[in-house]
């Protein structure tokens, strides 16, 4: 009677963040690239405007930016080089972050100066950052999109009260701060509490806690 070999095992596949890992040279370079000529476009914008709040803004903005740019090309060449589970999760969690941060700082420095679509764009980029097209979603992602939250959430209902209190304060930064700032600070909160609950019912990825001495 003729032997029939045994079916292979079904492995699942690996998540998102592994298959991110640059396995190639200039893979590494297009994330760094993308925040470098953001920070370049916020140190241009700074010098257009006639106010010094808004060179502050845009200064500031382009020297968080930057760094990230360094960020991401440290990690990434370090991912690229080493191929290891280790390597990757640290390049996801750099890459998480830095998207975080940036959004962050759109929306905030566009409230700040009174820019309308500026904070709508940084708002509406937290929903692919909270539920990114991958294979799974990490507990550690859920809880940087939370704190995230909650910081941005703090500074958008802040500068809702100091445009309800702050007496000669500029129209166009007094409309901005307190209505959308308001808006824009309860929605966030919202986010926090729904990505807080996510987290403690995501369980952690066993590739960081078997593999590498990772752990979440």
């Given at each position: ?24 040279h200039r893979e590494v370079w ?15 914008l700074g010098t257009q405007f ?58 905030v420095g566009s409230l700040v ?104």
């Open positions: 009677m003729d032997t029939r070999a045994e079916d292979p095992v079904d492995e699942a596949p690996p998540p998102g963040w592994v298959l991110d890992t640059p396995t190639r297009k994330l760094p690239a993308c925040a470098a000529a953001l920070a370049v476009l916020f140190a241009l006639g106010e010094t709040l808004g060179l502050v803004v845009c200064v500031t903005c382009a020297v968080v930016v930057a760094a990230g740019a360094v960020a991401l090309a440290v990690a990434g060449r370090t991912a690229y080089d080493e191929q290891t589970i280790a390597a990757s999760w640290r390049l996801h969690v750099v890459r998480m972050v830095v998207g975080v941060t940036t959004t962050s700082i759109i929306a100066v009174g820019f309308p679509l500026g904070w709508f764009f940084g708002a509406a980029a937290w929903v692919p950052l909270s539920f990114r097209l991958a294979r799974s979603v990490p507990r550690t992602d859920r809880v940087i999109v939370a704190w995230a939250s909650v910081s941005l959430a703090v500074a958008c209902l802040a500068l809702s009260v100091v445009g309800s209190t702050v007496p000669d304060l500029p129209q166009r930064f007094s409309v901005m701060w307190i209505g959308p700032g308001a808006i824009l600070g309860a929605l966030l909160l919202a986010m926090a509490v729904v990505q807080f609950a996510l987290a403690e019912r995501t369980p952690p990825d066993p590739l960081l806690t078997d593999r590498d001495g990772v752990d979440t």
